[in-house]
């Protein structure tokens, strides 16, 4: 599996994003999928992640109730909408996959290459 991660970019505090991921590969479909981010100086974090057939989510606490993840398996694609967005969700944002039945925090295998979110007070 390929990931392409966009969508990032500056805003403003209290702004929204939506951030994307396209993936390559006929068994996508069968893949949990996660987002991930890295701040500066910091180690990389889990953000969220929703089940292969997008019934089922899983959000870190300190984004849930702000992001919503989702996935289009027709299209191969993964979304991360952040809405009231604070200067410490600033970080590279990574989206990431894995052969799972579950909707899992660690052990990914496949990584998209990031892309910049900044948020500005």
């Known amino acids: 599996v390929q990931l392409q991660a966009s969508g990032g970019g500056l805003v403003q505090a209290g702004g929204y994003l939506r951030l994307s991921c396209a993936a390559s590969?006929?068994?996508?479909?069968?893949?949990?999928m996660g987002w991930f981010r890295q701040a500066p100086g910091k180690e990389r974090e889990f953000v969220a992640a929703a089940r292969w057939s997008g019934d089922s989510t899983d959000y870190a606490d300190s984004v849930k109730g702000r992001f919503t993840i989702s996935r289009d398996n027709a299209k191969n694609m993964v979304v991360l909408q952040m809405n009231s967005l604070k200067p410490e969700d600033t970080a590279v944002y990574y989206c990431?996959?894995?052969?799972?039945?579950?909707?899992?925090?660690?052990?990914?295998?496949?990584w998209g290459q990031g892309t910049l979110v900044t948020v500005s007070s």
């Open positions: 590969g006929r068994t996508f479909g069968r893949y949990a």
């Open positions: 990431a996959a894995r052969p799972s039945m579950v909707v899992p925090r660690l052990g990914y295998d496949y």
